[in-house]
């Protein structure tokens, strides 16, 4: 039994596809399903049933499943290990994380990280919606939301703040909301990953949340950010989509009278191990890359920024 072999086997299994897992293993599909072949062989049993459609994993298949994730995770612990004790940084990392944050922030702090340790093989996915990091196979997820299940492993980076913004001339031409139930009867610019079309506040100690009336739905941050810019409406955005705006004058911040409620940025962890080295060195870059507060804050003159609260 040839450990890439266990390696494609546990590869497809999380996949639940041949081209899947080895767009993962960045090998070309007829060596993953050769590897799988081989190793079926070996062991003298078929362990995935194939179709036309899809794949499902036999009765051996699961029964072999747990323990070939072991090996394939202590033998890249191992590998890491040496790595680390040479003093290097090798081998693979697969990160998935959202849009926005990736493309203005995340991806020039990896890409600097990257720089020092070429030896690393990133690959990062980006996709808004929340991935379990176990179930898809990556080594770490960065996410955005006020809290996360306590019974995942997290590692809090920074804050991630929002503020209602409007451009200068929807200002002139609607007024500014100065209270929550006027800011009801505002246009609004909606991020439609947000669901529903609530906009939470934290007035003193408790969350308050307002039904805005979208007219317009956009599934995009820095979108939504333009369509503000451009006159649409009010928009409700994180501090790292609109800071740049809001220094050039292009929005103007709105206080009706509540602090946004605060969010912060997580690299959720798979449960079932020890970080590796390498992981644990990107998210420390992260960290000190964005600072706390973040970087993206600077010069920003919003009184509530000047508010500490540690990640749940």
Same mark, same amino acid.
């Given at each position: ?129 929340? =991935? ?32 209602? =913004? ?147």
């Amino acid at each position: 039994m040839k450990l890439d072999g266990v390696v494609a086997f546990v590869a497809v299994a999380e996949t639940g596809s041949i081209s899947d897992a080895a767009r993962r293993l960045r090998l070309a599909k007829s060596v993953v399903s050769e590897r799988l072949a081989e190793l079926e062989r070996s062991l003298g049993a078929t362990l995935i049933h194939r179709t036309t459609r899809k794949l499902a994993l036999t009765e051996d298949g699961l029964s072999f499943l747990e323990r070939a994730k072991r090996i394939a995770g202590e033998a890249a612990e191992a590998a890491d290990e040496l790595s680390e004790r040479r003093g290097l940084m090798s081998g693979p990392l697969r990160i998935n994380a959202p849009y926005s944050l990736s493309n203005m922030h995340l991806g020039p702090a990896l890409y600097s990280f990257l720089a020092r340790h070429p030896e690393i093989n990133l690959t990062l996915e980006l996709e808004d919606r929340f =991935v379990d990091p176990s179930a898809a196979g990556f080594d770490a997820v960065f996410r955005i939301a006020p809290e996360l299940d306590t019974h995942i492993a997290v590692r809090p980076i920074t804050t991630s703040r929002r503020v209602l =913004v409007a451009s200068p001339a929807y200002i002139a031409a609607h007024g500014a909301p100065q209270s929550l139930a006027e800011l009801e009867q505002h246009r609004a610019v909606h991020f439609t990953d947000r669901s529903p079309d609530d906009w939470v506040f934290r007035d003193g100690g408790r969350s308050v949340a307002v039904r805005v009336a979208p007219n317009v739905r956009i599934n995009g941050c820095e979108s939504v950010r333009d369509a503000v810019v451009a006159g649409l409406g009010v928009g409700f955005l994180p501090t790292f989509i609109c800071g740049p705006a809001l220094r050039s004058g292009a929005l103007v911040s709105i206080d009706v009278g509540v602090d946004p409620d605060i969010n912060h940025i997580f690299a959720v962890l798979p449960g079932d191990f020890r970080p590796k080295a390498k992981l644990r060195a990107l998210i420390d870059h992260v960290c000190e890359a964005f600072g706390s507060p973040p970087y993206w804050e600077a010069g920003l003159d919003l009184p509530w920024l000047n508010q500490t609260v540690a990640a749940k």
